[in-house]
């Protein structure tokens, strides 16, 4: 059907038809066609399984805007990471801000209800964000909400992601239940039992707009299952990866690689970028070396894994993963996009993340490492989520996922693992080791439930109910509520249930109850001491469970050691001695506390990755968190009593990464911490001093301009006349 008739169909004005086809959009596909006609325009829910690159995002943004211009309504559209809702605003934006249409985002701030956010047409939110939003049950998030999009509903499935988004939309059907969803994947393999349990219809479609063939690479040959093989010509002359890269760009196409680890992925791109270099146009290195010298031009934030990325760029090739600044990030994908590079090293992460389709994708390793369980082949899932990223529609005449075999033996499993098998199909992950207890606690704070029969009521909406024993979930529901009365964030009255103020609190910090408990005991421990070290607050959050640890390897294990024994008696919570049970885990607290105080004593990006291996992704993800859950600490000081003047310094300190005596400078606008250090010394030691300051003379000041001494010697002066007046 034409992109006209469609809009006809629906109702929706002339400039939408007209929009698509400026972006090369002019007839539906088959499995848009039959979403669109399945009674979505009336308000049926949906879930849509089909393949990646087959336009189920099309139908969402037809149907959001069916929502605001037919029905006048608002849409919420989910998504599972951060750097998916910035794609998604982006894109949106593009499309429907030119008409009027207002398109907003809202990714942190999980204590936040932001009533401002109900003026959107269209919402961009987490998972996490908009489960937070209904613990807080604000009247605004369902004033006119017609429509909720749930992208990637596969994740279900994940351990981690998984039991949030059950229990978000679990919530949204029980407070409206009329209210209409859209869930969107490629891969469930049980679409009509996640379809029946969210009350919607199932379309289900296997069709690619860009065929897709999966094979395996063996002994320099490509087999494909029911074609003769195929010789590789570079495939004899070398090894795997690099003739398969070479054999797709030869033929004007791009190759996305996935490996287990981040250092495989930067050990592949040095082999690759040794090959591909010489097969770019003169106008291609051109504009990937001038990339290279805009990140090596950076004032902050570049450090030698930055700069290994840049001797690879003019090549041709790139690494990404989550230990690359998000700025670089965004650049490696930006040049993937154009085409410039040409082949990208990856992690598996990529596979969930933002959309970089290729015509080749390589799936290098299908076994990962884990601590607990040892090496372990990927999900069957994941693989198809990896595969899918090949092809891009009209670019590419084929898409091609290759898994590499290193023996006969593996190709058969191979075959049968991954090549000829769906995915999995997805199951519940809300018993997972401490979901439930948060996601009750939550459930309660929302006040979903007021009484104890209503608790079985509502977790009985879950995917879990369906899918597994109800005697299983009633006891582990029993269980939870009872360390949540212990613990004193419920309280129970006979037949009431109703949370504490430090329940209530918890909830809406979105921090896990036991964080909340390790922290109320560690703070009251650090009330009661004379000398509280930052160190010891940084391991305090560092044991909870909601912060993310640095990596630790067993070379770093005696120094940690040592560490640990002289600090004894530092810490505001028990520790474990050598040898017992958690030890491991202590030292890797110890380890992230010490890259904290590392980093608020000013040491560079570049000693922090030389000394810890800690990468700038990696840090502003440690100091975002840090950062959170030492609001939360001040908050839960407060609610206790509990006097901690320094926890509010010690937390902007950690939010810029200064030592003290530069906090009034980095909350000036365009001043880190490089910046401010370098006025400091200048003797420009606070905004006073700077607002009597002659613009020329900072401008001749290093990593300072013209313009910037200007601005920042106006802001200065405009905030000393904010705290003390005119004159």
């Not at 972006?23 to 049926?44: C, D, F, M, N, W």
């Not at 090596?296 to 230990?323: D, N, R």
Request: proline share 6%; aromatic share 8%.
């Amino acid at each position: 059907m034409d992109i006209a008739e469609i809009c006809k169909l629906l109702g929706l004005p002339t400039w939408v038809a007209e929009s698509y086809r400026k972006r090369g959009i002019g007839k539906l596909y088959p499995p848009q066609e039959a979403a669109l006609k399945s009674g979505v325009t009336e308000g049926r829910s949906l879930v849509l399984a089909a393949p990646t690159a087959s336009g189920k995002t099309l139908v969402a943004e037809l149907l959001m805007l069916h929502v605001a211009l037919v029905r006048g309504g608002r849409s919420v559209y989910l998504v599972p990471l951060r750097a998916l809702a910035g794609e998604k605003f982006q894109s949106f934006r593009e499309l429907f801000s030119p008409h009027g249409l207002k398109v907003g985002i809202s990714t942190g701030d999980f204590d936040r209800a932001d009533p401002h956010l109900a003026s959107y047409d269209v919402l961009i939110l987490t998972n996490e964000r908009a489960d937070s939003i209904m613990r807080q049950r604000p009247g605004w998030f369902f004033r006119g909400l017609e429509l909720v999009v749930v992208d990637e509903v596969h994740l279900l499935g994940d351990p981690y992601r998984g039991p949030t988004l059950e229990i978000l939309l679990s919530a949204l059907r029980r407070e409206r239940p009329g209210l209409q969803l859209l869930a969107l994947s490629a891969t469930v393999g049980n679409p009509e039992e996640i379809a029946g349990w969210l009350g919607a219809e199932a379309v289900v479609s296997d069709f690619r707009p860009v065929p897709l063939r999966k094979g395996i690479f063996w002994e320099g040959r490509l087999c494909f299952p029911g074609e003769p093989p195929r010789e590789l010509e570079e495939g004899g002359r070398h090894e795997p990866l690099v003739a398969l890269a070479l054999d797709s760009v030869r033929e004007g196409g791009q190759v996305l690689v996935f490996v287990s680890t981040r250092r495989s992925a930067q050990a592949a791109a040095r082999k690759l970028s040794r090959h591909v270099g010489g097969l770019l146009t003169e106008r291609e290195s051109r504009e990937l070396s001038r990339l290279a010298a805009e990140i090596q031009g950076e004032v902050e934030g570049k450090t030698s894994l930055s700069v290994e990325l840049t001797k690879c760029l003019p090549s041709g090739v790139a690494f990404h993963h989550a230990g690359l600044p998000a700025g670089h990030r965004r650049l490696v994908e930006e040049a993937f996009r154009k085409r410039l590079l040409k082949v990208l090293c990856t992690t598996t992460t990529l596979a969930a993340g933002v959309n970089l389709p290729a015509r080749r994708v390589v799936v290098r390793d299908v076994r990962r490492y884990d601590p607990l369980h040892g090496s372990s082949y990927i999900p069957t899932l994941e693989y198809h989520q990896m595969a899918g990223r090949a092809g891009r529609p009209g670019l590419d005449p084929y898409g091609e996922a290759i898994l590499i075999a290193k023996n006969e033996e593996e190709v058969g499993e191979l075959l049968s693992r991954y090549v000829l098998a769906p995915p999995e199909e997805i199951r519940s992950q809300l018993a997972q080791e401490g979901a439930l207890l948060f996601h009750l606690l939550g459930v309660i704070a929302a006040r979903y439930v007021r009484a104890l029969r209503d608790i079985p009521a509502f977790f009985s909406l879950t995917l879990f109910a369906r899918q597994f024993d109800p005697g299983e979930l009633a006891e582990a529901l029993r269980r939870g509520l009872r360390y949540l009365e212990v613990e004193g964030f419920v309280g129970v009255e006979g037949e009431r249930v109703f949370p504490t103020d430090f329940g209530m609190l918890t909830a809406r910090l979105y921090i896990h109850p036991l964080t909340a408990v390790i922290l109320r005991d560690g703070l009251r421990e650090a009330r009661r001491r004379e000398d509280r070290l930052p160190i010891a607050f940084f391991h305090l959050i560092a044991a909870t469970p909601d912060m993310e640890h640095v990596r630790m390897s067993s070379r770093d294990l005696p120094e940690l050691e040592a560490f640990a024994e002289e600090a004894e008696g530092t810490w505001f919570v028990e520790t474990p001695s050598f040898g017992e049970r958690g030890f491991r885990r202590f030292l890797a607290e110890v380890k992230t506390a010490q890259v904290l105080v590392n980093w608020i004593e000013e040491k560079t990006e570049e000693e922090l990755y030389i000394d810890f291996g800690v990468g700038p992704g990696d840090l502003h993800r440690i100091v975002e968190t840090a950062d959170w859950l030492l609001y939360s600490a001040v908050r839960i000081a407060e609610l206790f009593h509990l006097r901690l003047p320094e926890l509010s310094r010690l937390r902007r300190r950690v939010r810029y990464g200064v030592r003290e005596e530069l906090l009034p400078l980095v909350e000036l606008k365009g001043i880190g911490r490089v910046r401010a250090r370098i006025l400091y010394e200048a003797g420009y030691r606070d905004p006073f001093a700077l607002s009597k300051a002659d613009p020329g003379e900072i401008a001749k000041l290093p990593h300072f301009g013209t313009k910037l001494a200007e601005s920042l010697v106006q802001e200065a002066r405009d905030h000393v006349s904010a705290y003390y007046g005119p004159g």
